[in-house]
């Protein structure tokens, strides 16, 4: 199992966070994976990777302590010109950013820090935990195809998430109004309301053991 599949109908992919970054890239290389999204990439495909996937994006995840297993370096998917040497403590940061004029919010829970040795920065911090700052975060290649950035929640503003899927070809997306929490809350209710209308409660309630409304 494990098998890549066809990736070429897609326009844009997102490699997520992981909790052991180095175990999962050797898997993402030893089945194929690896390979895949370097052919996506050279299709013209886009790629976002957040936190863990950052790392994986870049050259080279540099482990010397051993704090994901045994101590060593594990080859990166070399799709961002950046390498990372993972160490405690354990980054955690609530932040305000801005990426091209649109600002945004998220946070950074991971351990390491990541060094990019090209592209350039994808966003600029301008707040974190609450103190106002002025850096740059996270890493575009070349062709602006292919980002990085240790950003969780990014798209809970939709006017990032609308930025994303523009700068990747992606039109005619539905994106909800809301902001993230809000817009989760929406969705549970809305499918309250459609398991309310469709399922049979007094049914259900009578298979738990309780006795039916009356």
């Known amino acids: 199992g494990g098998q890549p599949g066809d990736l070429s109908p897609y326009s844009a992919m997102i490699l997520p966070g992981t909790k052991n970054t180095r175990a999962d890239l050797e898997w993402l290389h030893r089945t194929g994976w690896a ?58 940061t609530l932040a305000r950013f801005e990426w091209n004029g649109t600002r945004g919010t998220g946070y950074e829970i991971h351990m390491g820090r990541t060094r990019i040795t090209g592209g350039a920065p994808l966003f600029r911090i301008l707040e974190q935990n609450g103190q106002a700052c002025d850096f740059t975060e996270g890493c575009t290649s070349r062709d602006e195809r ?5 950003m969780h929640g990014l798209f809970d503003r939709p006017a990032i998430l609308e930025k994303w899927l523009a700068h990747a070809g992606i039109h005619g997306a539905e994106v909800s109004g809301l902001h993230g929490p809000a817009a989760r809350d929406r ?23 309780y006795k039916a409304k009356q």
């Open 35 to 92: 390979d895949a999204f370097r052919s996506f990439h050279a299709a013209g495909g886009h790629i976002l990777g957040i936190c863990g996937g950052y790392q994986m994006l870049g050259t080279a995840v540099h482990d010397p302590d051993g704090l994901e297993g045994r101590a060593g370096t594990t080859e990166g998917l070399g799709l961002l010109p950046a390498e990372t040497v993972l160490a405690s403590p354990k980054t955690t």
């Open 146 to 150: 292919v980002m990085g950035t240790y």
């Open 187 to 209: 969705q549970y209710d809305l499918l309250t309301a459609h398991f309310e209308k469709h399922a049979d409660i007094d049914a259900l309630m009578k298979l738990m053991g």
